[in-house]
């Protein structure tokens, strides 16, 4: 089975802080992604790779960045933390090509103080 | 962005009964994927539909995705308190080389009362 590991299920930080997330798959996927979730508003896409050392722009990117210097790690980092960035962060990995499934990680509920 | 749209966000049911959940859009999608979740844990992925019209079952789940490719409905037949979840839809949208971004629904909330 895939798996996908966030290196935190639960995190408390204070503004202003920069704040590293770690997501690390076993399964040899090409492409991975940072999602938040926030209730009533589904997932909602920050950014993804589709290659090591390559990043894209998801649909709310600002406030964060991304690293991918090896295949099965992603990180997501707040530069500078504040309190609307309080939410439940997921990540998740897919093989390369069309219709693959998503497999995600159980998520990191972040809160800034 | 494309938005998807789901109904109801909530929904209370008692065991038993059967139940649908709607997901639309005003674009239009190479596929359609759904996802269930679980608390503390991540979604996973209950079926894709590709083909306009498409009809795909899963024991008591039924997925249909629309003829114009924008929409899709879940139903749900004889509820059971397993199927307490959030159940997510995703529209996939294609990139360059072949890959696919998703975009998520906003989520319906599913509790099954025994």
């Known amino acids: 089975d895939v798996k996908v590991t966030q290196s935190s299920r639960y995190l408390v930080k204070r503004t202003g802080e920069k704040v590293f997330l770690e997501c690390v798959q076993d399964m040899d996927h090409e492409n991975m992604f940072w999602y938040r979730q926030d209730p009533g508003l589904g997932l909602r896409l920050i950014y993804f790779s589709y290659d090591v050392k390559m990043k894209e722009k998801g649909d709310i990117p600002e406030g964060y960045s991304v690293s991918r210097e090896k295949k099965e790690r992603f990180s997501l980092i707040l530069e500078s933390a504040s309190t609307n960035q309080t939410s439940m962060y997921l990540c998740?990995?897919?093989?390369?090509?069309?219709?693959?499934?998503?497999?995600f990680g159980d998520g990191t509920r972040l809160s800034i103080l | 962005t494309q938005l998807l749209e789901q109904s109801p966000q909530f929904l209370s049911i008692q065991e038993g009964e059967n139940l649908t959940v709607y997901c639309n859009s005003s674009s239009v999608f190479s596929s359609l994927q759904w996802y269930r979740q679980e608390p503390g844990e991540g979604p996973v992925l209950l079926v894709t539909v590709v083909t306009g019209g498409e009809v795909k079952k899963l024991k008591r789940l039924t997925f249909q995705f629309g003829d114009a490719r924008k929409d899709s409905s879940l139903h749900i037949t004889a509820a059971q308190p397993g199927d307490t979840g959030l159940y997510l839809c995703a529209g996939s949208v294609r990139r360059d080389f072949g890959n696919e971004k998703l975009t998520f629904g906003t989520g319906t909330r599913l509790t099954i009362i025994p």
């Open positions: 998740a990995s897919s093989m390369g090509g069309k219709r693959q499934p998503q497999h």
